[in-house]
T-cell receptor
Framework: AQSVAQPEDQVNVAEGNPLTVKCTYSVSGNPYLFWYVQYPNRGLQFLLKYITGDNLVKGSYGFEAEFNKSQTSFHLKKPSALVSDSALYFCAVRDTGSARQLTFGSGTQLTVLP | GAVVSQHPSWVICKSGTSVKIECRSLDFQATTMFWYRQFPKQSLMLMATSNEGSKATYEQGVEKDKFLINHASLTLSTLTVTSAHPEDSSFYIC????????????FGEGSRLTVL
């Protein structure tokens, strides 16, 4: 079985401050990990992914995420938040040893305060 | 990145009518497309996997006769909500993956269905 947990429903951060959106996962094999962002009444936009290689992955709009195998985490980070980063963020995982499709976390609403 | 187009963006219909939502991959061919349902402030729930030229694979608990999926070409999948009722009101999103199996999914803009 595969699962994803986003422990925070809501994250608030001041503009210019660093932000972190947390994600932990559970798979039986090796994971493919993804972050997506969703703006109101829109589809999901791909931010970044970890397949293999460097644990620190850089993605769109200045976001990055660090794969930590021992902690089974894939937290999303950005050094300096923008008001326009306010949106709903989803972490997703796929078990490479499984035929199952992506499993999404419950989502974290990020609000960047001006 | 790859583009997935979904139409219509918004649809309002009367209870008992059927509604068709289209999902197109504009710049790539997709043998497989995915349909999701999203309730307000909740995550995406995979409804079914749409396979070009064959029957869709439905997730447990999703009614096949209620949500008809047709994937007639490599660039088009349709979801028809048959005899819609207010409880079918939701945000429906499709996605597709070009190329290798390790790649990311690309999503349509979603379709907001409201059944009166």
């Amino acid at each position: 079985a595969q699962s994803v947990a986003q422990p925070e429903d809501q994250v608030n951060v001041a503009e210019g401050n660093p932000l972190t959106v947390k994600c932990t996962y559970s798979v039986s094999g090796n994971p493919y990990l993804f972050w997506y962002v969703q703006y109101p009444n829109r589809g999901l936009q791909f931010l970044l992914k970890y397949i293999t290689g460097d644990n620190l992955v850089k993605g769109s709009y200045g976001f990055e995420a660090e794969f930590n195998k021992s902690q089974t985490s894939f937290h999303l980070k950005k050094p300096s938040a923008l008001v326009s980063d306010s949106a709903l963020y989803f972490c997703a995982v796929r078990d490479t040893g499984s035929a199952r499709q992506l499993t999404f976390g419950s989502g974290t609403q990020l609000t960047v305060l001006p | 990145g790859a583009v997935v187009s979904q139409h219509p963006s918004w649809v309002i219909c009367k209870s008992g009518t059927s509604v068709k939502i289209e999902c197109r991959s504009l710049d790539f061919q997709a043998t497989t497309m995915f349909w999701y349902r999203q309730f307000p402030k909740q995550s995406l729930m995979l409804m079914a996997t749409s396979n070009e030229g064959s029957k869709a694979t439905y997730e447990q608990g999703v009614e096949k006769d209620k949500f008809l999926i047709n994937h007639a070409s490599l660039t088009l999948s349709t979801l028809t909500v048959t005899s819609a009722h207010p409880e079918d009101s939701s945000f429906y999103i499709c996605s597709a993956r070009p190329g290798e199996n390790t790649g990311e999914l690309f999503f349509g803009e979603g379709s907001r269905l409201t059944v009166l």
